[in-house]
């Protein structure tokens, strides 16, 4: 499918539906998408600095103590790096759904308007499947720790 070379570079007075305002719309929701890529991108930079100095630089400092930390700070770290990575991908998706929509906006291309909202599910996709994994987690753990706690109080009839 040939693009629609418009030299218009008003994106109100193009639409890809036929309004007006859901073009309107849709160029508001790329720069917010935009917007909250950026945001999250920022956030998971400073994550990742707080993490490694977490990993690097509190074990150097806690050496001179004789007081040993409840759990292995490099390993928490791990964790925390693995979240930052599995975090990337719905940001890479998000940003694909704003250069996409930005430029079938630009062109009135109805496969670049495709493969925008495919990027769009894409990410909601994994967000989703990224929050039902996470509190699945955390209701397992919250019976395993009820479950242990219950056990070592005596109590083994509700560790069952």
């Known amino acids: 499918m040939e693009p629609n ?52 630089v509190i074990p150097k400092i806690n ?18 790096l693995i ?6 991908l719905p940001l890479i998706y998000l940003f694909r759904f704003s250069k996409f929509m930005h430029l079938a906006l630009k062109s009135s291309d109805n496969g670049l308007l495709s493969q925008a909202l495919r990027n769009l599910m894409l990410h909601f996709r994994t967000v989703g499947i990224l929050t039902i994994v996470f509190i699945s987690l955390y209701l397992l753990m919250l019976v395993v720790l009820l479950s242990a706690g219950a056990f070592i109080t005596g109590l083994p009839e509700l560790a069952a």
Not at 37 to 53: E, K
Not at 83 to 88: F, L
Request: glycine content about 6%.
């Open 63 to 80: 050496d001179g103590f004789d007081m040993p930390l409840p759990y292995p700070l490099p390993m928490l770290g791990l964790m925390y």
């Open 5 to 56: 070379t418009s030299s218009n570079p008003d994106l109100s007075s193009q639409n890809i539906f036929g309004w007006p305002s859901a073009t309107r719309s849709l160029n508001e929701l790329r720069k917010w998408t935009t917007f909250f890529g950026i945001l999250a991108l920022v956030g998971l930079f400073f994550m990742a600095v707080i993490t490694i100095v977490m990993m690097v």
């Open 83 to 88: 979240t930052i990575a599995i975090y990337i």
